[in-house]
């Protein structure tokens, strides 16, 4: 059975992108003179390729309504049916699967516990077996899916489609995920690191007068900081930028595995705070487990979230030191790239976003260190939980149908 292709055309023209992308942004529904407005393209390339893209299925004619002088026009609008697209984030505590449609609504999702990679085939056939059962239930027209997205953190080797050493995952070594899963599942596989498939879906999902120039702060089991600069997604030569991890934001801190003191992805991840709350007395032994165990780390830390909520003082005082040590680091971030905005966002964050956004802008925008004269914006993801796994989703639409030059190799090997 070939199931390499997809039977979609291929939307890879430049004109093509664009004016998908244009009627991507505006729900609503556009009509073609609007579009040829926008776009700055002819009347005549936009009705051809608004043609192209009805015959593929991937946009739809909504009514007529009336754009100018002459006879009603044709309301186009994106088909969310028209294509889909499977992401999954890896991370040290579970695997998340969700299947996004063209709008990049999630219709399905799954989730497992991560599985170790001591044997790489069994953890391919696993990760096979449930996208196969997440296509399965979502019932979606199997040759609608344009390819699978991964998200998983870093470093990774992009090129090769290869984790490298992931903290936090001992047994994930050089794991050739990529090309491994295009053979078991038959579809174009993509990898990317998880902060920075976030920051792929932040701009995806973006209205058109949101800020181009942001950082995304990832806060996962670890730390991860995603980079986008005059609306482009910064990967640097290997696919890795934006690790931030070690800065160093108390230099009398505890020693990082990296040998310097107090660097920002060690003080500040869920571990070190649930660590703190043993050693301050806020959590007992007991209720904190075993710090190695990612699921341990995971319960321990809403019982510290929860305490904060609950108004603990000594509870809300770790937290409140965690956001100061994060300021130390988005001022360095914001000063190396003259950015306005800092979006956050992972699956430990929304547990902590209350307290910590009280005290972090503040410490941003108070301290001496920080050198662009602009006001600098803090908000949350607009998908914070999943946004990697959603992220991972985009990788794909993004790759298929963003009037991106630079736009990734969609290698279905
Ligand atoms: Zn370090």
Redesign the pocket.
Known sequence: MDRTGTNLPAVGEYNQTVVLDAIRRRPEGITRSELAALTALSGMTVTKVCRRLLDAGLVDEHGTRMSGPGKPAAVVKLNPDGGFAVGVHIDPAAVTYVLVDLSGKVRDHSRTGTPTAGDPSAVIDEMANAIEALIESSAVDRSRILGIGIASPGPVNVDDGVLLNPPMMPTWHRVALRRSLAEATGLPVLLEKDATAAVVAELWFAGPDSSRDFAFMYYGTGLATGLSVAGEVVRGISSNAGDG??ITVDPDGPV?????RG?V??ITVPRALVARAVLDGVLSAAEAGNLEDTVDVDAAFSRLAALAAAGSPEAIAILTDAARSLARAIVVIVNLLDIDRVIFGGPFWTRVSPVILGALPDAVRSDPALIPPHPIRFAQSAIPVDVAAVGAATLVLDNTFSPRPSALLLAAE
Request: aromatic share 10%; with cysteine; glycine share 30%.
């Open positions: 991890g070690h990082c595995t990296c040998g310097r660097c992805g060690y």
